[in-house]
């Protein structure tokens, strides 16, 4: 099982970031897909989840309205749009799948800031 993520960036608040997670070693479509974040001193959170379907996305209460999961099956990757950036939205963002494996990917960081 493997993750890798890539996207993220310094951004100013009220901006934009697409990122992106590639997954492999184990079958993409049938899983269920989640973002999670860490933020410096802070436990990682779930962040987003999207059903192996795509037709059914869960979110956290912070990020509803602004972050998106999606996901494309026939490219075995799960995106998040974040729009409205805050600077509490910063964090390093990973993505994992269910059941989660603890493969986890080298994340990447995104940084709101102005």
């Known amino acids: 099982v493997q993750f890798v993520e890539s996207g993220g960036g310094l951004v100013q608040p009220g901006g934009s970031l697409r990122l992106s997670c590639a997954a492999s070693g184990f079958t993409f479509s049938s899983s269920f897909m989640m973002w999670y974040r860490q933020a410096p001193g802070k436990e990682r959170e779930l962040v987003a989840q999207?059903?192996?379907?795509?037709?059914?996305?869960v979110y956290r209460d912070s990020v509803k309205g602004r972050f998106t999961i999606t996901r494309d099956n026939a490219k075995n990757t799960v995106y998040l749009q974040m729009n409205s950036l805050k600077p509490e939205d910063t964090a390093v963002y990973y993505c994992?799948?269910?059941?989660?494996?603890?493969?986890w990917g080298q994340g990447t960081q995104v940084s709101v800031s102005s």
């Open positions: 994992n799948r269910a059941p989660i494996s603890t493969n």
């Open positions: 999207i059903s192996h379907s795509g037709g059914t996305t």
